[in-house]
């Protein structure tokens, strides 16, 4: 199916072409842009509701600035398919998200106007400010720099160590603060609070432009100038509204809030800014989802719907004529209640990812013991460990790779004190189409090291549930890693069992190779091994659950028995899963043919899971060809 672009829209192969229109046809390009979105999206998927809520923005952005010399940073990047559109990617961009396309979000090595590459939040003012002190320094006096961030962001502390930095660092850049009260969820914290007081402050706001509109017309000259006339709006933001004071303490000019989605008023707000050195911030109100009634009624669904109907609004799904079992997230978020019901002291706190964990179900059910914190990962970790001080058990789920970013706190704030803190780390694992800034490679490596913190990965729901209950028992810290998606069991709700700490299973007993697997890759491996079976060979399969502490009685077993050892995990190879096994095997005396399939030590681009799984080599057919090399059967496929 090609969609084709509007007509003003198909004329524009870079911000150049964007230039050359008068800003009387702003508006139709808007339009344009915002229905090709939708077009695409709607027929190949990803990100949706951000893009739609800044198109106005990316447009003037492009109008106004000379990019890419004037550096464009995005914030998270979830919004930037306009402006992958009017920089050169237009025609390439229904591969976006695709196995060898176009990446999710902004990439440095995919265009030049990609300034900086994100994925992860709240990044881009620290990165502008960067920018901007280079440009300082080099003498590039002609140079701009732009952040847009949301609101959604603002709240991570990371924003503001840039803010506080970029007060005091005399550079020229912009702020621009994109306010839809949105991330994927609704936004939650006093921040939330603050900017609405903001935004409807009617006194401020009228009185600011009245004064910035008169003082504007007055003659501009070597006694009086809009320079003057800011600093006398300064100081009627002090005297009305107490709202601006949080942005200008930190030394950064307030301007706004403006409607995000007139362009007009845009462009010339712009403009002006442009002209004004120093730090600023700029505050626009938008509406995630924007000209897509659907997608401005129920934000969070339209976040990323997958494909979907444009006319009707309908978003398929897969039927089926059997029982499916469920994704990973919702036997969390379900057992989450189980475990609640049955234990008083069990709590649950997710830094801004109540859907994407689950961790809904409990919040809706129990609100008082189930908390979203906002995205503050940090945050996170260490008001768990408070309440883990108080007896409390509380489960933290935080994303595989956002769980990097509260790496001090695990080990300062739970580990070294030895605190009942449950991690549950969800898109462990290569996720699939949000790419390498979203795969969780390295939880099983940097978790390896830390003391007092136990290793442990479900190879279905039952395992998951199981894992869960015994972590609500155990005493210490306590991690579980588990990937997306769905899982292999249509009836999941088994009872739940304890799983003594550190004990694996045989799957299935076997001659010559024994392959050990961490968590899903486990159904990789079952089905290797059916297959195998057809060729006469005839592999041991265990699943080890835990990483730390390894089952030591059954490695004995492994390595007394067998010469030839596979080891299996969707994670780094790099001090992985298969690492901790060579360790131990050399620490112990054996000697064993041993290789390890796993995530190499490179970066891995985006694509469906099993495509990237087949590129690392431990798909079910990449196991099945890693037993038949070691048993010299290779040779006779």
């Known amino acids: 199916m090609q969609i084709k672009p509007g007509t003003l829209l198909s004329t524009i192969d870079s911000p150049a072409d964007l230039k050359k229109l008068p800003r009387e046809q702003l508006h139709q390009v808007c339009e344009e842009l915002r229905q090709y979105i939708i077009d695409v999206v709607s027929v190949h998927g990803g990100h949706f509701g951000a893009s739609l809520g800044v198109v106005e923005l990316t447009t003037a952005l492009h109008y106004v600035y000379n990019t890419p010399y004037d550096q464009l940073v995005w914030d998270v ?126 006194t401020y706001n009228k009185v600011k432009d009245d004064v910035w509109n008169l003082l504007g017309k007055l003659p501009v000259g070597k006694t009086f100038s809009r320079s003057m006339a800011h600093k006398l709006t300064d100081g009627l933001k002090g005297m009305i509204s107490s709202s601006s004071n949080l942005f200008e303490a930190l030394k950064l000019r307030y301007f706004g809030p403006i409607d995000g989605h007139n362009i007009a008023k845009l462009v010339d707000t712009l403009r002006d800014l442009r002209e004004i050195p120093g730090p600023k911030i700029l505050h626009i109100i938008t509406t995630k989802g ?130 009942p803190v449950v991690f549950c780390l969800d898109r462990a694992g290569l996720v699939g189409d949000d790419g390498p800034t979203h795969h969780g490679c390295y939880d099983i490596s940097f978790f390896r090291c830390i003391p007092n913190l ?15 209950y015994t972590a609500s028992r155990y005493g210490g810290p306590f991690s579980i890693r588990y990937p997306r998606g769905n899982g292999v069991m249509p009836n999941w709700k088994t009872p739940l069992q304890e799983i003594p700490v550190g004990q694996g299973r045989c799957i299935k007993a076997g001659e010559e190779v024994a392959i050990l697997t961490l968590g899903h890759m486990g159904n990789y491996a079952v089905e290797a091994c059916e297959s195998l079976a057809k060729e006469g060979v005839n592999p041991a399969h265990y699943d080890m659950r835990f990483v730390k502490p390894l089952d030591e009685k059954l490695l004995h077993e492994v390595f007394s028995t067998f010469k030839k050892v596979i080891t299996v995990e969707d994670g780094c190879l790099m001090g992985g899963f298969g690492s901790a096994v060579l360790e131990w095997m050399v620490d112990q005396g054996y000697q064993a043919q041993v290789k390890r399939l796993g995530i190499p030590d490179d970066i891995i681009e985006h694509g469906e899971q099993l495509e990237l799984h087949r590129d690392c080599g431990f798909d079910p057919q990449g196991i099945a060809n890693a037993v038949k090399a070691m048993t010299g059967q290779e040779q006779f496929a």
């Open 77 to 202: 990047g979830h919004q930037a398919y306009g402006h992958k559109i009017l920089t050169g990617r237009r025609d390439n961009f229904v591969t976006n998200r695709k196995y060898k396309g176009l990446s999710g979000f902004p990439k440095r090595s995919e265009s030049e106007y990609d300034t900086f590459g994100v994925g992860h939040s709240s990044t881009s003012i620290s990165a502008a400010l960067g920018m901007a002190m280079a440009a300082k320094y080099k003498g590039e006096k002609e140079r701009k720099v732009v952040a847009v961030i949301g609101d959604g962001a603002m709240t991570a502390g990371l924003a503001f160590e840039g803010m506080n930095h970029a007060g005091v660092a005399d550079s020229d850049m912009l702020i621009i603060l994109n306010d839809n009260c949105m991330g994927i969820d609704p936004n939650v914290g006093a921040l939330k609070e603050y900017l609405t007081d903001i935004t409807t402050s009617p």
């Open 290 to 419: 924007k000209g897509y009634a659907l997608a401005e009624k129920d934000q969070t669904k339209w976040h990323a719907p997958g494909l979907f109907d444009k006319v009707t609004g309908e978003i398929y799904k897969k039927t089926h004529d059997k029982p499916q079992a469920p994704k990973y997230q919702d036997v969390f978020g379900h057992t989450m209640i189980e475990l609640a019901e049955q234990n008083d002291k069990v709590f649950g706190v997710t830094p801004a990812m109540p859907s994407g964990s689950s961790l809904k179900y409990m919040m809706e059910k129990m609100p008082d013991r189930a908390f979203d914190v906002g995205i503050a990962e940090q945050h996170a970790v260490t008001v768990s460990a408070g309440m883990a001080t108080q007896g409390l058990r509380v489960f933290c789920n935080i994303y595989s790779s956002f769980m990097q970013r509260a790496y001090d706190q695990v080990v300062h704030d739970v580990a070294i004190q030895k605190l």
């Open 454 to 468: 136990i290793i442990s990965a479900p190879m279905n729901e039952q395992e998951l549930r199981n894992l869960m």
